[in-house]
């Protein structure tokens, strides 16, 4: 009688086992979950549309995952994480790591533009602006912070402004100055600096202007010619250049400068395919997510030339312009 009892309880017990390890496969990726990798600097805009998406479609649930935007990349074309929807802070990351063996298209969404972040409590903070902000960096007790080239497109983009910044006051030895010291403060995103800078280990770092915004930062607006912010100074931004790690092991490739430009796109591997599309249908429209971005300090370019535009999807077309 006794064993008896004991084998109903353990087959109970298995039961319970199996089906709760049923439910926690159900869960891995259900026809209403969706998996967003996305840039670091769009963790609270993404956050807004993701909550809003799911308030106008109750039984939808959003996982996100910030990343720098290279080591985001990685994970879904090396690592095989799932993932519906990638978003970058730089669209060539899509071309360059994604396209065409892990995507097929990508759409630019958003500018930002590059700045130098601080608090009140930062050294020098009542003397630095946009004429003196090099000097004020270099000085001995100051310390600052970026993030890493070969992961994240913030740090690529503060090498580019350090380089940019010495043709444009015209000294040749500026941005190895610049970029030799505190190497011990670089991190691999942008926005693991921010809790450094706001407990004053740093006291500046390279940052996008809409994040510091965001989280309520004091920033130097640096000159147009440094801030990699306008399309039409492209030529001029050009003159800057930086190696950085590519997509295979020992690659290594040459950024150059350009105005900074985010993209979006839905991986191959994505699970549900058409429930993203309609997420970066809402993302990308005005009155949903074009107004979040807008409303967080970012500057939106919808529509704006796509040269993958023939393998967008028919229902996000509408977003992008054919390019040449």
Not at 70 to 82: E, F, H, I, Q
Request: charged content about 20%; some cysteine.
């Amino acid at each position: 009688m006794w064993q008896t009892v004991c084998e109903i309880r353990f087959t109970f017990l298995l039961f319970l086992i199996l089906a709760g390890l049923g439910i926690i496969a159900s869960c891995g990726h259900s026809e209403n979950t969706l998996r967003i990798i996305h840039a670091g600097s769009l963790s609270v805009p993404v956050a807004e549309a993701a909550d809003s998406f799911e308030t106008a479609n109750p039984g939808v649930r959003i996982l996100r995952e910030a990343w720098g935007s290279k080591a985001g990349a990685r994970r879904v074309s090396d690592l095989d994480v799932p993932c519906d929807i990638f978003i970058s802070a730089d669209y060539r990351v899509i071309d360059r790591f994604l396209i065409p063996g892990h995507a097929l298209w990508n759409i630019s969404f958003a500018g930002n533009e590059m700045a130098i972040v601080y608090t009140h409590r930062s050294r020098y903070a009542d003397e630095i602006n946009a004429s003196n902000w090099y000097k004020i960096l270099l000085r001995e007790d100051v310390v600052y912070g970026r993030s890493d080239p070969d992961s994240d497109p913030c740090g690529v983009r503060a090498v580019l402004v350090s380089e940019l910044a010495g043709i444009y006051y015209s000294d040749t030895g500026l941005a190895s100055s610049i970029l030799e010291r505190h190497k011990n403060m670089i991190r691999p995103k942008e926005t693991d600096l921010i809790a450094l800078l706001e407990s004053n280990a740093l006291d500046y770092i390279f940052l996008y202007r809409s994040v510091a915004e965001q989280h309520n930062l004091k920033f130097v607006k640096l000159p147009d010619e440094l801030n990699l912010s306008l399309p039409e100074l492209n030529d001029w931004y050009g003159r800057a250049t930086t190696r950085v790690r590519g997509g295979a092991p020992g690659e290594r490739f040459t950024e150059r400068g350009e105005a900074m430009v985010y993209g979006i796109t839905i991986p191959l591997k994505s699970k549900n395919p058409e429930l993203a599309e309609t997420f970066v249908q809402f993302f990308l429209s005005a009155g949903g997510g074009i107004d979040i971005l807008e409303r967080n300090g970012q500057n939106t370019i919808v529509p704006a030339v796509s040269y993958s535009y023939d393998n967008i999807p028919e229902g996000l077309k509408q977003f992008a312009l054919p390019g040449n």
